[in-house]
DNA sequence: GTATAACCGAGACGGTACGTCAGGTCTTGAT
DNA sequence: ATCAAGACCTGACGTACCGTCTCGGTTATAC
């Protein structure tokens, strides 16, 4: 029943108004720029009120993007290259934002250092992805699609799928996506799938 | 005939001793726990003689690396996929150290910000790599392997190579490296390039 | 009232800590030692610490020498020569110590150039003294002592009064203080000021 | 005979062009301003040539001063107070000057820490200055004007004249100098010195 | 209603790093 | 041996963040 704790609870004024400011720093200065001192002087509160609630500014800066990306949805589209290319969409557009391209790397870099950001990484954004191919590739197993799924290594497949999008986006000579990036690289996914259970691929689109 | 420039020389000791400073630090705590400070107390100089060959501990860490893995060769192996393979595996060997796991996050975010260092990364780490590829292309189109070159792109050739390696070292999740991934990947690359110009892919190997 | 200021209040061990090891390198070393590292070492603080409660060395070198030597006394004897002479033995006194010695240079020096220690010092050091000496100069007057007031300019009977000292100090081969010193030097300030009345000096004590 | 030193002389230019850079810098600035590397820069030359010539801006610092006011002259007016007087005009031209005023703290300071400035300011300086007044004491005891040299602190007398022109130029309220300055401090030097042989002072002039 | 527990703003605090400046010395090549 | 050039070590500068702390004052529940 989640019992009320003692005390006076945290102002959740405070909490919107720093995640706020966050957001709006990372979408100007990027990760480089966040820091704690200058996110409580614009959210108009303090230091300590901040450290009660965060761990620090890459926590912070985690669950601005948590809000906004957070929650993927799963669709069903009835065949393998079509759900891929659902996923693809999806990740190309989460990736291609703003707020992703300025803090991404400043992100896997405290990741490296730090336990608990990696953890909340992992689990809310990692994982469900992960669980979206994992989800496809059942379904078109069941469907007869392929003929083994074991012979799927799905964490290959989500690298070979979120690879090029991050190679773009974090190396310096990176162009823009332009509207089939999804579908081609979701075409090649889908034929690496196949070809790792030994069938070969039809023909192009 | 590079003129000598008039006054007391750098001390080529003292650079190395930094660099070798730096690459240790690298190896253990990795990008963050860089700082000037640090590097300097470690090579036994000061912090006026270190910001006259670098302009700050980003710009060392890259040359450490490019120490190490500036220069990549050009292996014509006969066939695009043996040498997508080649390139593949170089790449593999390279991003799967120590030194850049622990290190290409921090780098990465410090191209976002320091011209400089964006600059010489482009130079001497991605424009050669693109070039191996595009070289790879061309002999391939020449032994008409390729229908037509220009429906190549090469950029987005190279970020489904290295994709999907630097998603294995940079997420949290990313396992190792097994004997075949190189060839699994550039395989797929192979694919790629073939579907992009219309040619159905051959029996998977 | 003095009301209350918000936040965590100075605390009053490290500033007194720092006056401490501020007066302990003033008679030590003097006032080139006085570097605001070796003080902040030497109280076992640091420099951002230091630099909320001073705007430099100088400044906490002022402080000081304020605290030891910033009050003076005014003594009311019944005679010009008698009052005259009060204040030039309490400025021998505090102008012969080794702090004063070792110090007063550095401070005409920092003066010069920093604005509030210029302040600080003239409103703390220079303005009493002549106040006491214009109150001496005024109670003459009003016993009939002087002619006319106006036809002495206080500000050169003070540095009739304190040059002498200040060059004794200063100048390399000044000696010490014999016990008449103050007493003739404010004999001469008295004939001084009684020329400038136009009366002729009496009989020599 | 001075012996010719074996070698490339010292360039006389260098040395000029180091004491202008270095006069225009005090003239300017002021004594906290001179830097080595400033004047270097300015006079077109380096730290190691200069240090050839000076032990440091300090002692550059002076010759400056001495070469300017170096050489003091003596006057026989005739009468000790006349005497007085010259020597007190010419040290108030001296000490009033920009140079002197921008300068003399901080000569003072390092004086306190270099032996060989102070050995240096005393010999070219002091000693002139404090001998001119002997001489004029000397001459007045010849002519009968004093009753008893020995009764004279020749020291005393000299701070007593030096000195608030001293006070005057260092102090911060010090104001400027009137065209009398000099004859009021001389009388009352004089009239110290006549006391001090137990002479009554005669008519105020 | 009145403890009590936690919040909050403000800002000091020790620690660590930053990038720069000055001092005085040394190394190189040239005169 | 001087000179220009500029690297070098030493040591200090004033500033920025970090994460914690100490104040005084303010809510919310819980007794």
Known sequence: MAKRQPGRPFSTEITTDLLEAAERAMERGGYSNLTVDTLVREAGTTRATFYRRFTGASHLAFEVLAAKFGDVGDTDTGSLLGDLTEVQRADVQMLSSQLMRNNLAGLLEAMRTDDQVRELFT??????????????????AERGELGAVPGI?????????????IARILLPTGGGFDAEFAERTAETAHRHALAAVGIATPEPA
Chains 1, 2, 3, 4 share one sequence.
Do not use: Y
């Open 123 to 140: 689990e809310r954004f990692l994982a469900p992805r992960r669980e979206s191919i994992r989800l496809a590739v059942d379904r078109a």
């Open 153 to 165: 290594d799905i964490e290959e497949l989500r690298d070979l799928m979120i690879g090029p999008i």
